[in-house]
Nanobody
């Protein structure tokens, strides 16, 4: 059974940084072959795909986070990271990692086996 566990969230002031991590276990195939991503959901808003990384290392970002967030995949220990810099109040949300299936990485229909999430709160 696939399990994804997010960590690293917290409360920061605008302009601050956080680094999120996602630990994967129970995978059927080696972690290296998986297309992984992060999405977020703020209260009253739809889920938003924000970053993803393919097995070949190709990265994808939503325009809202491009230049501020960096996704990385650590195959040696089955973890996914999201470095978030220059955080803004509008980044406040619950953040989830998930397996991405298909090429529409930013669509919620492509996300599988998400974890419980980690809360990020950015104050102005």
């Amino acid at each position: 059974q696939v399990q994804l566990v997010e960590s690293g969230g917290g409360s920061v002031q605008a302009g601050g940084s956080l680094r999120l991590s996602c630990a994967a276990s129970g995978l059927r195939y080696p972690y290296t072959v998986y297309f992984m991503g992060w999405f977020r959901q703020a209260p009253g808003k739809e889920r938003e795909g924000i970053a993803a990384i393919k097995s070949d290392g190709t990265e994808f970002y939503a325009d809202s986070v491009k230049g501020r967030f960096t996704i990385s995949k650590h195959n040696a220990n089955n973890t996914l990271s999201l470095q978030m810099n220059n955080l803004k109040p509008e980044d406040t949300a619950m953040y989830y990692c998930a397996k991405v299936v298909g090429m529409q990485w930013d669509k919620s229909t492509s996300w599988y086996d998400r974890g419980q999430g980690t809360q990020v709160t950015v104050s102005s």
